[in-house]
């Protein structure tokens, strides 16, 4: 892959960034280093970064594409209410990993993740600030 000064700046504002942003909420990010860029732009650069394997592209059916700059196998957990995105890191799934890394070759597949779904802090609390 060509190794653009607007793919770099994509993938640079991507790699900043822990909240698994949309592809026009990176967009709005990256205006403010290169104004001229375009929201095309954006979104094919992330797909070519994605199909490479340089960043993660994260699809849920019925949910906006969100991006993660950490290409490394994680997990994720996705609020159910808003779609936000967060990484998962919990040592009781190192044993889910091990056993998913045993079972990838038999399934003839070389990635796995999975998504866990919940209600974030921030909606579990509605506007009165009542749980």
């Given at each position: 892959?060509n190794k653009t000064?607007?793919?770099?700046?994509?993938?640079e504002?991507?790699?900043?960034?822990?909240?698994?942003p949309?592809?026009?909420?990176?967009y709005?990010?990256v205006?403010?280093?290169m104004?001229?860029?375009?929201l095309?732009?954006?979104?094919r650069n992330l797909e070519q970064?994605?199909?490479?394997?340089?960043?993660?592209?994260?699809?849920t059916?019925?949910r906006?594409k969100?991006?993660d700059g950490?290409p490394a196998?994680?997990?994720h957990?996705?609020?159910?209410v808003?779609?936000?995105?967060?990484?998962?890191h919990?040592?009781?799934l190192k044993e889910l990993?091990?056993?998913?890394?045993r079972?990838?070759?038999?399934l003839?597949?070389?990635?796995?993740?999975?998504?866990f779904?919940?209600?974030c802090?921030?909606c579990?609390?509605?506007?009165?600030?009542n749980?």
């Amino acid at each position: 892959m060509n190794k653009t000064i607007q793919r770099q700046t994509i993938c640079e504002e991507l790699c900043k960034l822990t909240s698994h942003p949309t592809a026009d909420e990176l967009y709005d990010i990256v205006k403010k280093r290169m104004p001229q860029i375009s929201l095309g732009t954006v979104y094919r650069n992330l797909e070519q970064l994605a199909e490479c394997g340089v960043i993660l592209k994260l699809e849920t059916a019925g949910r906006q594409k969100r991006f993660d700059g950490n290409p490394a196998p994680h997990h994720h957990i996705r609020c159910k209410v808003c779609g936000a995105v967060r990484d998962l890191h919990h040592e009781s799934l190192k044993e889910l990993d091990e056993c998913i890394a045993r079972l990838l070759p038999e399934l003839g597949a070389n990635r796995a993740m999975i998504e866990f779904e919940d209600i974030c802090p921030e909606c579990k609390i509605d506007h009165h600030g009542n749980k």
